[in-house]
């Protein structure tokens, strides 16, 4: 069963294009990770919202220690207001099949 997580990134007013420019180096290497099934950026009202879907509880683990995401932490030292707040969360589907779930 895939877990969906959704993590908001808030960075400091004088950092938005850096905490951009590290997140979307760091899509494609997670995009590459086993069991990664959806990695998607939004931005909007100052802040960052990466939507995910991991095919497993062990692929979203292996994701928390994987080079991509000590990377991008790495590179987003001190460029954040808050610490990123992270969301596990599981699906209802409802409605289409199609559209009712991430």
Do not use: N, Q
């Amino acid at each position: 069963m895939s877990v969906v997580v959704v993590a908001t990134l808030t960075p400091k007013p004088d950092a938005v294009d850096a905490v951009r420019e590290a997140i979307l180096a760091a899509v494609p290497k997670v995009h590459a990770e086993p069991g990664c099934e959806l990695y998607a950026l939004h931005e909007g009202d100052g802040i960052f919202v990466m939507v995910e879907r991991w095919e497993s509880p062990e692929a979203l683990r292996t994701h928390g220690k994987a080079e991509a995401l000590t990377t991008l932490g790495a590179a987003l030292a001190d460029k954040l207001a808050a610490a990123p707040e992270v969301r596990r969360l599981a699906a209802v589907p409802a409605g289409d099949a199609d559209k009712g779930a991430v």
